[in-house]
């Protein structure tokens, strides 16, 4: 073990070699695995003045909803929840992560996020992470819906259960098509699997995946889960780590 001073010797020495990089844009830092003050400024939380059920931001005088879309056609989820503005140093991060496997970004939002998931997971709850179509998981090897759980349950005590939901086919890629030929696609591209859904009572369904854009995935799978009896009325919840900003 080094002493006090000698480890300060050696921090100083490695800040020289090394200075301290942000974590979204490599330019300097304060201090390692910290954000730089441009980039923590443009770091967008989702508003929470939005609708509680599908969270669309709101007037402030009109949340929380539900919103008119939600009081035409209720969604198949109770709450759609996202930490982020899928944009700037966010969307860097998830590229990043996504692309090149680097995370310090990401789990630098999930840090600076930890009071509001918190608010959100509780013990019991069980994280279902969005299947990936079966070509691109062995493409990759890598599912970050899968790894976003891991780091949910990790902060909140809440479970992943990543066999229940599953692909019903293999509709492909999302993000190569239109919105409208997204819906229709992702329509019919999940199943529940035929094992024992074991819920505590009271235990709330969480759908959880990287980014929402049109909210398609999301959408379906959450009726997949609200169709089935086997969940016998469990309250389905969806969640994002980031999302797109309305009209984006
Ligand atoms: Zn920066
Ligand atoms: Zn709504």
Same mark, same amino acid.
């Given at each position: 073990?080094?002493? *006090?001073? =000698? ?40 508003? &929470? ?8 931001? =709101? ?94 349950? &990790? ?9 229940? =939901? ?47 854009? *049109? ?15 086997? =969940? ?10 980031? &999302? ?5």
């Amino acid at each position: 073990m080094l002493s *006090t001073a =000698l480890q300060s010797l050696v921090d100083r020495c490695l800040d020289a070699l090394l200075p301290p990089a942000c974590v979204f844009c490599q330019g300097p830092a304060r201090q390692r695995g910290a954000a730089c003050d441009a980039c923590a400024r443009r770091i967008r939380v989702w508003p &929470r003045k939005s609708c509680a059920r599908c969270g669309e931001p =709101l007037p402030a005088e009109l949340a929380p909803g539900p919103c008119g879309a939600c009081l035409r056609k209720p969604p198949p989820f109770s709450r759609m929840e996202s930490l982020y503005v899928y944009d700037g140093p966010v969307r860097e991060a998830i590229l990043n992560w996504k692309l090149a496997g680097k995370d310090a970004g990401v789990n630098w939002l999930m840090d600076a996020a930890a009071a509001r998931l918190g608010e959100l997971f509780a013990p019991g709850d069980v994280l279902l992470p969005v299947p990936m179509p079966l070509s691109r998981m062995r493409r990759t090897g890598l599912h970050h819906a899968a790894n976003l759980c891991r780091a949910i349950a &990790r902060r909140t005590g809440a479970r992943m259960e990543s066999g229940w =939901l599953r692909r019903a086919g293999d509709a492909g890629r999302q993000s190569a098509r239109g919105r409208s030929e997204r819906w229709r696609h992702a329509r019919r591209a999940f199943r529940l699997a035929d094992t024992t859904h074991r819920l505590d009572e009271g235990s709330r369904l969480w759908v959880v995946d990287d980014i929402r854009t *049109t909210g398609a995935t999301l959408h379906w799978a959450c009726r997949t889960l609200a169709r089935s009896a086997a =969940l016998n009325g469990a309250g389905i919840r969806a969640f994002s780590l980031a &999302r797109t900003p309305a009209g984006a």
